[in-house]
Every structure is written in structure tokens, then in C-alpha cells.
């Protein structure tokens, strides 16, 4: 069935999505990106949905260039689980105790931590329960390279340096989930936080300026071109905001793991290795034989083997896959389930008790703060796993029984 030709366009766009499924002011936002002439070919996810600029389940493969709205304001954002040891079995009848841990543990919304994270310290206190990506060396490495980042943001160190280990509003969230084998999982969703934002929109300010962007048939696909400064700022810049992400959620994972393991006192609570994937970035590949300059905005690698984490909503499922590595999709499969109706859309349909009703038998927030997140605001997620099924296999399938959103 899939993939399908989307009509009308310069590059080749493949999508695996109908074309009557998709809303129109998306299929615009596509021909527009592929009328750009440095635009190699653009595949396209079963999540499509319009975003600023690019859109949403977009992967776009360029020769020599790169456009910042195809990666998006939430640079390296993406996923991050692991499983522990722990089957449904163990789990409390009450789960807003465990909820409580993790959200004093990890701070939501627009909020930090007090003091930047231990490090050294999270990582002696999980020693031996679980492999940590927090583990992972190089952090004084890390650190200095925010020196070269744009003197515009110098000023957000400390910031930027208190928001590791946190989640951000939003769809970010953190998940307690059961598999179909009745193992327990840890599974969160989270980004760059402000210092990716505003690093995303500094260069996409100085993009629009430039003389060859002037002519575009949306100023927000503003390209820098490879060998100009411009080009080589915003990659420094875009490679340093990917790896804060990616230490973001690695240090959140252990410190809810930590809440976990603590939550159940002298048991013994272990965790596997993390599995992890970015779904906003930018990555150099080679397709059809060629190097590109691949973007992936929601949307995540699925290289033969690769596995990725694709999440629904609050109240379905969640998926972990395995990648078949299909080049006619540029080796990519979808982010999560994707929007069916914005924000402001979903707070006019829904209220509190639709809410409360579609989360049911899920410990989470259920109020006003949280019903743009509504299950119904997404697609059928089992309708986008499906749609893939060349792009990727299902090797677990997620339910989640507690949640916690900014």
C-alpha cells in the first residue's frame, strides 16, 4: 500500500500516509519544502501534521544544505527508555505515590533544579542497578563547548546547566509502562529545553536575512548553504544542542529510575540498557549512493536493526521497534502517533471529564492544564504502526499506568 506519491512537487515525496488523510495546509507545507533546489527528495510519516515552517513527520534529504525549521525550535528532541526488572505484579494498587517521586525528582514545565544535577553522585547512587547513559563520560568536554556556542545565549549557562535532568511541557512526559509480557518499563520524552530554542531561533532569524532565502515560497524554509559561516555557526551550534538533549533525558531517565528504585525501599529494582533516539535533527547519510544532509522532524532513524521508541498518547499505547532499514524512506520511520487538531482546538472540544474518561486507569494529571494533551487531540497510534509496517517490526508493545506531564 504504502508508500504513495505525493502530486504536485519537484523532489520526489513518497508518503506513507493518504493524501486525503492529510490536511491540506500540510500537503502545501510539503511542496513547498520540495520546491526548494536543494532539496534531494522528502519522505513523509504516517504522523504527518503541519508544523511551522516544516512540517511535523517530515524527512528530508539535502545536498549540501540545511533549512533550521526542518529540525524545529526542540533540537535533538526524542526518546528514552529502559526496562527494569519489575513485572506488573509488583506494582502497587495506588500508583500516585511512585508519581509523586518522580515529580519531585524531576522538575516540569518551565521549571529547574535548584542547583545543576550531580552528576558523579546520580551515577555512584545508581551504580550496579542499571546502565546509565548519565554514565557516560566527557561531561567537562560538554561543558566547555558552550563557549563557542552563539554569544547570544553565553548568558543562559546557568540555566541551561540546572534544566539538564528536567521535561519541559507539552507532549514531553514520563511513563510507567507495561508490556505485553507484563514487564515493567520507564519510557519519557523530552528535549533541548530553552537553550535548544533559542539557539533554533537565533540561526532561523539570521537565515530569513539571507540574499539567497529571499525568494522563498515560505520565508520559514530559510536554508543555510555548506561553506558559508553562516552554515558552519548553526551545525556547531545545532550538534552541541543535540547532545544537550540526549544528556537531558539521560540524567532524567536515572533519576526517575533512582525514584523508582526507591519508591519500592529495600527490593532490589534492576534496569536494562537504555534505548534511546532523537526524532528532531539533523544527520549526515548516504542515500541512493550520494552524501545528504538528512532532517528528521518528527521522525526517527530506522536503519536495519536500529531500534527506535514510538509513543501514542496518554491513555493508549506506546511502541518500541526494530527498523528494517527501507531506503525508500530514507531509512526513517515515525515519532509517536502525531496531532490529529491543535492545542487551541482540542481546549475548545474537550473538557476536564472527557479527560478524566479517556485516561482512566491511568495515575496522571487530570485538569485543565493538561487537556490539549486529550488521547482524541492524536491519530489511532495503532493505525500509524500499521501503516509502517515496512518501515519497521514491533518488538514491544507499551501501556502506560502512570504519566506525568509539565
Known amino acids: 500500500m504504502f508508500p504513495v506519491e505525493l502530486r504536485g512537487t519537484r523532489a520526489q515525496t513518497l508518503m506513507w500516509a493518504h493524501e486525503h488523510e492529510v490536511e491540506p495546509a500540510a500537503l502545501q507545507q510539503l511542496r513547498n519544502i520540495a520546491k526548494l533546489e536543494w532539496v534531494y527528495g522528502v519522505r513523509v510519516m504516517p504522523d504527518v501534521h503541519l508544523g511551522k515552517g516544516a512540517t511535523v513527520g517530515s524527512v528530508i534529504a539535502m545536498k549540501d544544505a540545511v533549512s533550521p525549521a526542518a529540525v524545529g525550535v526542540d533540537i535533538g528532541c526524542g526518546m528514552e527508555a529502559v526496562r527494569t526488572s519489575l513485572k506488573a505484579s509488583d506494582l502497587p494498587d495506588n500508583l500516585h505515590g511512585l508519581r509523586s517521586r ?109 540574499p539567497h532565502n529571499q525568494e522563498l515560497p515560505d520565508k520559514d524554509l530559510a536554508v543555510f548553504v555548506s561553506g558559508t559561516p553562516e552554515m558552519d555557526a548553526y551545525r556547531r551550534d545545532l550538534n552541541w544542542a543535540q547532545e544537550y538533549a540526549a544528556r537531558n533525558r539521560a540524567v532524567m531517565l536515572a533519576l526517575v529510575c533512582k525514584a523508582v528504585r526507591d519508591e519500592f ?91 478524566v474518561k479517556q485516561t482512566e486507569g491511568v495515575e496522571s494529571r487530570k485538569d485543565a492544564g493538561v487537556v490539549d494533551e486529550i488521547p482524541a487531540a492524536y491519530k489511532d497510534i495503532d493505525q500509524v504502526i500499521a501503516a509502517q509496517g515496512n518501515l519497521v517490526d514491533v518488538v514491544h508493545t507499551l501501556r502506560q499506568v502512570l504519566c506525568v506531564k509539565g
Not at 193 to 210: D, P, Q, S, Y
Not at 269 to 286: G, Q, R, T
Not at 319 to 339: I, Q, T
Open 265 to 355: 525501599g529495600e527490593r532490589e529494582v534492576l534496569f536494562d540498557k537504555p534505548i534511546s533516539c532523537h526524532h528532531n535533527y539533523v544527520n549526515e547519510e548516504i542515500i541512493d549512493g550520494m552524501p545528504m544532509l538528512v532532517t528528521r522532524k518528527g521522525a526517527v532513524r530506522a536503519g536495519k536493526g536500529d531500534l527506535a521508541l514510538i509513543p501514542g498518547s496518554m491513555g493508549t499505547r506506546s511502541y518500541v521497534v526494530r527498523g528494517k532499514g527501507n531506503p525508500d524512506s530514507f531509512y526513517s520511520a515515525s515519532h509517536g502517533a502525531g496531532r490529529r487538531m491543535s492545542r487551541s482546538a482540542a481546549k475548545r472540544q474537550f473538557t476536564v471529564a472527557d479527560l
Open 102 to 210: 518522580i515529580e519531585a525528582a524531576v522538575p516540569v514545565g518551565f521549571a529547574a533544579h535548584d542547583d545543576s544535577v550531580n552528576v558523579n553522585r546520580l551515577n555512584a547512587e545508581v551504580s550496579g542497578h542499571q546502565a546509565s547513559n548519565a554514565q557516560r563520560a566527557g561531561w567537562d568536554r560538554f561543558w566547555k563547548g558552550f563557549e563557542s556556542l552563539d554569544p547570544a545565549v553565553h548568558a543562559r549557562e546557568s540555566k541551561a546547566r540546572k534544566q539538564i535532568g528536567t521535561l519541559g511541557s507539552g507532549n514531553h512526559f514520563v511513563e510507567i509502562c507495561i508490556a505485553e509480557d507484563q514487564q515493567i518499563w520507564v519510557l519519557l520524552h523530552s528535549g533541548s529545553r530553552n537553550i535548544g530554542k533559542e539557539l533554533a531561533e537565533r540561526h532561523m532569524t539570521v537565515a530569513r536575512a539571507l
